[in-house]
């Protein structure tokens, strides 16, 4: 089974809008990470978020917000107020405490749209 | 911009032959992670080293071989080189074992095979 899936291939929103990008993970590990990163163009993982499978508010960090159900085995990230250099591919990612490596999601394409 | 440094960044290597990557971990991390993410993919775990020691390997034949200096720097060795080799090769410096913290990314090497 796919430890993390996202659904999106590529999503369109209006600049100054908000958006969220869907993330879902399976894993049997009581303790895990769930990271969000953007990957410009350039090719560099540009770390955006980190939720704690123990939290028990949903991460913040800026217009960067991690909507996590943990019933559901979802990690969503919220973009609020669009800006054009958003637009990347952004990854959901896993990792589980009994071993150190990093899951990751196919991937959403973002584009902002002026 | 991170710590972790990625040489070269761009790669033209004929099939049959064999190439090393090298990354500069992040100050104070002690583990290092290779990772390849073909054109339009999430990136795929090659293996991880701790303590100069590989730590782990994920669905990647033996030709796929690495090194960790004593300074937490470490080489991707790829011998015999197959045009489905071509991708970017991501280097990700971390904690080990710490699923809250980030892992650091390089900006990766694109080794293009033909």
């Known amino acids: 089974a796919q430890k993390i899936t996202q659904t999106q291939p590529g999503m369109f929103v209006q600049e100054k809008e908000a958006v969220t990008l869907d993330c879902t993970y399976d894993?049997?590990?009581?303790?895990?990470?769930l990271f969000w990163y953007k990957q410009p163009s350039s090719g560099e993982m540009i770390f955006l978020i980190y939720?704690?499978?123990?939290?028990?508010q949903n991460a913040t960090e800026g217009r960067y917000s991690l909507n996590f159900q943990k019933a559901r085995k979802s990690a969503n990230l919220v973009i609020s107020a669009s800006q054009l250099g958003d637009s990347a591919m952004y990854f959901c990612?896993?990792?589980?405490?009994?071993?150190?490596?990093?899951?990751f999601g196919s991937g959403t394409k973002l584009n902002v749209k002026p | 911009e991170t710590g972790v440094t990625q040489s070269p960044t761009h790669l033209i290597k004929t099939r049959g032959q064999q190439v090393t990557l090298r990354c500069s971990s992040q100050s104070g991390h002690n583990t290092v992670s290779w990772y390849q993410q073909a054109l339009g993919q999430g990136p795929q775990f090659i293996f991880q080293?701790?303590?100069?020691?590989?730590?782990g390997r994920g669905n990647f034949p033996p030709r796929f071989s690495g090194l960790q200096f004593p300074n937490y720097s470490s080489e991707l060795n790829v011998n015999a080189l197959e045009l489905d080799d071509s991708a970017l090769y991501l280097c990700a410096s971390s904690f080990y074992r710490e699923t809250n913290t980030e892992a650091f990314f390089g900006q990766g090497t694109r080794l293009t095979v033909v």
């Open positions: 990612a896993m990792r589980e405490r009994n071993f150190n490596k990093f899951y």
């Open positions: 894993t049997s590990d009581p303790s895990y990470g």
């Open positions: 080293y701790y303590r100069e020691e590989e730590n």
């Open positions: 939720q704690g499978s123990y939290d028990q």
